[in-house]
């Protein structure tokens, strides 16, 4: 795995930035693996700069995000699909048509989404954040992780850390549909970022770079063949 540490937020976010614009211009219509989240907010301003700028097209580039909630809606402002068209399809000339968002079919499988993607050809590069329990998309720590895409019952350390974005607990859903650690995997590229002391324990599995295992999604990654790990000094730390 390929570590780059950078100074803060913003010198990690305008690292990532540069990469996902480079392949973005080598490939017209690339295939992102776009994440939400506060980690991937100064990338994605980034990306916007440029585009407003002339510099950046996204009009044939398509988009896959990790995951999505259950139980609220496309429009609440908390839904991953408010997020990105907030910090991203709104702002770029990316086409709706060509965003997608994992959903469940009618017996609750989520692996219809794997299969789109693969029919797509597949995530050329994929942006990731980590929990602070080492989780991606919502693959938390478990025994056993998911392969696929799939529904996911949010652990109580996710809800808690979620809830800032929520009027009270109670309304943080419980329940999310994500794409798999094996979906995720398939991507050609994984560029992993992790800013804050907070994300210190699980980057410390990437930097050590020793061992995997499913108490940390996240060091999955170091099995990928061509990962970046983005960090500031304080999740170097
Ligand atoms: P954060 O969340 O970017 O808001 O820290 C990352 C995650 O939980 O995947």
Partial sequence: MKIIICKDYEEMSKEAAKI?????KNKKDIILGLATGSTPIGMYEN?????????????????????????????????YHYFMNDNLFSKVNIKKENTHFPCLDENEDGSHYDKE???AGGIDIQVLGIGRNGHIAFNEPAEELNVNTGK?????????????????????PVSAVSMGMGSIMK???????????????????????????????????LLHPNATLIVDEDAAK
Avoid: H, M, W
Wanted: hydrophobic residues 35%.
């Fill in 117 to 119: 993607i693969e029919e």
């Fill in 20 to 24: 996902f614009s480079d392949r973005i």
């Fill in 47 to 79: 990306l916007v700069k440029e585009n407003k700028e002339g510099k950046l097209d996204f009009s044939n580039v398509r988009s896959f995000n990790l995951d999505e909630y259950l139980g609220i809606s496309e429009d609440n402002d908390q839904s």
């Fill in 152 to 172: 996911i019952n949010l652990t109580q350390s996710t809800i808690e850390a979620n809830s800032r974005f929520f009027e009270s607990e109670d309304q943080v």
């Fill in 187 to 221: 991507a050609k590229e994984l560029v992993i970022l992790a800013s804050g002391k907070e994300k210190a324990d699980a980057v410390k599995y990437l930097i050590k770079g020793d061992k995997v295992s499913t108490d940390c999604p996240v060091s999955f990654a």
